[in-house]
């Protein structure tokens, strides 16, 4: 049996909220929560804490804690914002990358794709997320990078519910790409890749989504 840990919680109800067993909109009770993992109303607060800096759930005062449900809109507007710090980062990125920078690249979309291949959502979500996080910090630009893991988590729910398989694989593929022309320093192709590769990602999530069960 796995211990029953602050991580492993986070995890089941991130799985849950995936797969559509918790719909936008539920109200997760502690009591409910504490009983069903057999654990510390302490410790499901923790994990509930947790989501809620994830944004999957939010919190609201004195009504308790509900599965997060983000709007297309706020997902566009991240976007936007993303479009505009990301062209930068790629033309600093090209100026400053050493080659242990795109060995470090390599390496991430190495795992990315492996994520992909065995269809673990959660896994291929967050690292396909952290790609971009990724280039701020080998920058070594940290307030770019908390800038990005901040607008990431804003879409994060919507990703995780409704990235498609083949959206995945296809934002993979696009990453491959954008570090090739990273590599040959080639700026205009690298700022159209991530521009095209915004888009796309973007489109793909404001999408109408699947039905929940």
């Given amino acids: 049996m796995e211990p029953t840990t602050t991580s492993f919680i986070v995890d089941a109800i991130t799985r849950a909220i995936v797969e559509h067993r918790l719909a936008p909109g539920t109200k997760l009770g502690e009591q409910k929560l504490a009983d069903q993992f057999g654990v510390s109303r302490t410790l499901i607060r923790q994990a509930l804490f ?11 005062p004195a ?3 509900f599965v997060a449900a983000p709007s297309a809109a706020e997902a566009r507007q991240v976007f936007a914002v993303r479009r505009m710090l ?17 060995k470090a690249l390599r390496e991430h979309i190495a795992q990315e794709q492996q994520a992909v291949q065995r269809g673990d959502v959660s896994s291929r979500t967050e690292l396909l997320g952290d790609f971009h996080v990724r280039m701020a910090q080998l920058m070594g630009n940290e307030v770019l990078a908390l800038l990005l893991m901040d607008l990431l988590s804003r ?3 919507i990703t995780l519910m409704y990235q498609s398989s083949a959206a995945a694989a296809h934002s993979h593929e696009e990453h ?4 090739d022309a990273l590599q040959a320093r080639d700026e205009p192709l690298a700022l159209r890749l991530m521009d095209e590769h915004l888009h796309h990602v ?8 699947a039905p929940t069960p």
Avoid at 50 to 60: D, F, G, P, W
Avoid at 86 to 102: C, K, N, P, W, Y
């Fill in 176 to 179: 491959t790409a954008i570090v």
């Fill in 86 to 102: 990301e062209s930068g980062m790629v033309r600093a990125f090209i100026q400053s990358a050493t080659d242990s920078h795109l």
């Fill in 202 to 209: 973007e489109a793909a999530l404001t999408l109408t989504p």
């Fill in 63 to 65: 009504r308790g804690a």
């Fill in 50 to 60: 947790q989501l809620s800096q994830n944004r999957l759930i939010r919190m609201e």
């Fill in 155 to 157: 879409c994060a729910l």
